[in-house]
C-alpha cells in the first residue's frame, strides 16, 4: 500500500540526504522497519518505495526522498522514534 500523503522530511547534508523514519500521523512517535525493499548500496530513484514502515495502526510504503545510492543504516523489525536517520542516499 503506497501512502501519499507522507510528508518525509530530509536533512540534505555534503555527504547526500538523510533517510528518516517519518511521521505517519499526530499520535505517531515510533515505527519500525517492516522491510527494506531495495538493497543496501543500490540505485534508488526518487519517489521510488525504498521501505515498508509499520506503526501501531498500519504498514506503508516509504518512498526515496531522492535519487542516488542507498546506504541502510536502519535495520529490520527494529523500532525507532520518528526523525531518526536510517539511510542516507549519495
Known sequence: MMY???TVHTRVHAV???VLIPKLGFAMNEG???QWLVADGAHVAEGQPIYS???DKSVVEIESPAA???R???RTGEV???GTVIGEIS
Do not use: Q, T
Request: glycine residues 14%.
Open 16 to 18: 547526500g540526504v538523510e
Open 32 to 34: 519500525s522497519i517492516a
Open 80 to 82: 525507532y522514534a520518528v
Open 72 to 74: 541502510i543504516i536502519g
Open 53 to 55: 514502515l509499520e506503526s
Open 4 to 6: 501519499s500523503d507522507v
Open 68 to 70: 542516488g545510492l542507498l
